[in-house]
């Protein structure tokens, strides 16, 4: 069953099985809500999936300010801080107390920006026993440098990391450096004790994106 909050000035969806109280919870951010009834189908009733419908992903998922990559496209506003703040303080305690729901884990999922965002949610706010990063926009400026000298909050029990065979392929310079910092995120954060699993999955960013974040769901759930 489906349902939908308006929390935080955000539209909220909750897919819930019949005895949903203490299963795992996913988090995601889906392009649209065929995809996010796409990736429920695969993986309720096993787990809660809880989906946040979110605009501006150049702002809120990015974790300090940065230029744009594209003429026509923003630049990047550096609000993933304020926007875990949200998360913690208002998002998923509404989420979880409207239902009952005491999840056995929680988990966050995110696809390019968002799975910048998931990585970045270790660093500032212990919520997340297993995180999945599926094509993050790990090349974002600075964030090796960070990730791999900054203090975690709490670093996952489980991390899930993929990218698309011709990501690096990009004929952005910035953008092409995504499997480079995937590699030296996953390597800093094994030294650390989590357990991690890396796919380097046929493609670009943009390809089989439902597909690559059910992969992503199925692992972190058979963990």
């Known amino acids: 069953m489906t349902h939908r909050l308006h929390i935080a000035d955000r539209t909220v969806s909750l897919y819930l099985p019949d005895r949903p109280h203490t299963l795992p ?21 096993r787990a809660v999936l809880i989906t946040i419908e979110e605009n501006d992903w150049e ?25 875990l703040e949200t998360l913690a303080a208002d998002i998923l305690p509404a989420a979880e107390n409207t239902f009952g729901l005491r999840p056995a ?11 910048l965002l998931a990585a970045y949610s270790a660093y500032r ?14 090349w974002f400026d600075n964030w090796t440098a960070f990730a791999t000298s900054t203090p975690a909050q709490r670093l996952p029990e489980y991390a899930y990391f993929s990218v698309g065979s011709q990501e690096k392929n990009t004929k952005n310079p ?27 999955n046929s493609g670009g960013h943009f390809d089989h994106v439902p597909q690559r974040l059910a992969a ?3 692992w972190l759930l058979a963990q």
């Open 105 to 115: 884990w929680r988990s966050i999922l995110g696809y390019s920006l968002a799975g």
């Open 216 to 218: 992503a769901a199925n």
């Open 59 to 83: 702002h809120t998922f990015t974790p300090w300010p940065a230029p744009r990559l594209f003429k026509k496209t923003a630049d990047f506003g550096g609000g993933a801080s304020a926007f």
């Open 25 to 45: 919870l996913l988090l995601t951010f889906p392009d649209n809500r065929d995809q996010a009834d796409e990736l429920a189908a695969l993986i309720v009733p």
């Open 174 to 200: 910035r953008m092409a450096t995504v499997e480079t910092a995937i590699s030296a995120t996953r390597q800093h954060w094994q030294q650390s004790g989590v357990t991690t699993h890396f796919t380097l």
């Open 125 to 138: 706010k212990p919520l997340f026993e297993r995180i999945a990063a599926v094509s993050p926009s790990l």
